[in-house]
């Protein structure tokens, strides 16, 4: 069998990528396939650890925007994302992969509380950790958590799962001359607003070191391809300055 490339990973997976083609609540044959393939990964010998969002259910500013006060609204989505945590937990757990969810906020009943260590042993111990309601503080997005935790549990990468295969130079949906990046550095991204994360979590990662992988999550193999060193999608990393 072949190398992983990367040791231990943080998995962002967007809140509607796991609605599938209906686009709201949960699609749970996509989860299933995609805990097969997580499966897939750690008996390669990949740790890891997954953020998960809350698109699929509530967004706190698009949601709640204009009509609710800011704070709470993203406390919703805090919450929100504890309902695909411990759904994906499930799906995991009828898998055989041996799983823990841990929360920002605490909410003892059904969760550890997130706890850095902690974390660290269940991952060398071979468990996916599951990381819920995000930084646990309004105004960050779960962007901006994947990276936070990736930076804590000190992963070799992050892969961003979404309903879009990488980076492109526009919307490709509107704009048919939109180019598609197969690398590109974080300062391009900053510079030309492009939408891979927000700009907080386009700083953390670039602050920390992270390469960051977009690719698609229709095809949920693409997890272990990439974790298996293919190129699919996009590469977000450091711009390689030429010595002088």
């Given at each position: 069998?072949?190398?992983?490339?990367?040791?231990?990973?943080?998995?962002?997976?967007?809140?509607?990528?796991?609605?599938?083609?209906?686009?709201?609540?949960?699609?749970?044959?996509?989860?299933?396939?995609?805990?097969?393939?997580?499966?897939?990964?750690?008996?390669?010998?990949?740790?890891?650890?997954?953020?998960?969002?809350?698109?699929?259910?509530?967004?706190?500013?698009?949601?709640?925007?204009?009509?609710?006060?800011?704070?709470?609204?993203?406390?919703?989505?805090?919450?929100?994302?504890?309902?695909?945590?411990?759904?994906?937990?499930?799906?995991?757990?009828?898998?055989?992969?041996?799983?823990?969810?841990?929360?920002?906020?605490?909410?003892?009943?059904?969760?550890?509380?997130?706890?850095?260590?902690?974390?660290?042993?269940?991952l060398e111990k071979g468990r996916v950790v599951i990381?819920?309601?995000?930084?646990?503080?309004?105004?960050?997005?779960?962007?901006?958590?994947?990276?936070?935790?990736?930076?804590?549990?000190?992963?070799?990468?992050?892969?961003?799962?979404?309903?879009?295969?990488?980076?492109?130079?526009?919307?490709?949906?509107?704009?048919?001359?939109?180019?598609?990046?197969?690398?590109?550095?974080?300062?391009?991204?900053?510079?030309?607003?492009?939408?891979?994360?927000?700009?907080?979590?386009?700083?953390?990662?670039?602050?920390?070191?992270?390469?960051?992988?977009?690719?698609?999550?229709?095809?949920?193999?693409?997890?272990?391809?990439?974790?298996?060193?293919?190129?699919?999608?996009?590469?977000?990393?450091?711009?390689?300055?030429?010595?002088?």
């Amino acid at each position: 069998m072949d190398e992983p490339k990367f040791r231990r990973v943080l998995l962002k997976i967007s809140g509607e990528a796991l609605a599938g083609d209906a686009g709201r609540g949960l699609d749970f044959d996509v989860i299933a396939q995609v805990c097969d393939v997580i499966k897939k990964c750690l008996n390669a010998g990949v740790q890891i650890g997954v953020v998960i969002g809350a698109g699929n259910f509530w967004r706190g500013v698009k949601d709640g925007g204009g009509r609710m006060e800011r704070t709470r609204a993203d406390h919703m989505g805090m919450l929100a994302t504890v309902l695909n945590c411990l759904a994906v937990a499930d799906v995991m757990e009828q898998h055989g992969i041996p799983v823990r969810v841990q929360t920002a906020l605490e909410i003892r009943a059904v969760a550890e509380p997130y706890i850095r260590s902690r974390a660290i042993r269940h991952l060398e111990k071979g468990r996916v950790v599951i990381f819920g309601c995000g930084t646990g503080n309004p105004f960050f997005s779960t962007d901006t958590a994947a990276v936070l935790r990736a930076a804590e549990i000190e992963a070799d990468a992050i892969l961003l799962a979404k309903n879009i295969d990488g980076v492109y130079s526009a919307d490709p949906r509107t704009d048919p001359s939109a180019v598609k990046y197969d690398s590109i550095s974080y300062d391009q991204v900053l510079a030309q607003h492009l939408q891979v994360m927000d700009s907080t979590a386009t700083s953390l990662s670039m602050d920390n070191s992270i390469p960051v992988i977009l690719f698609a999550l229709k095809d949920p193999e693409n997890i272990y391809r990439v974790v298996m060193g293919e190129k699919v999608g996009t590469i977000v990393k450091e711009e390689k300055r030429n010595d002088r």
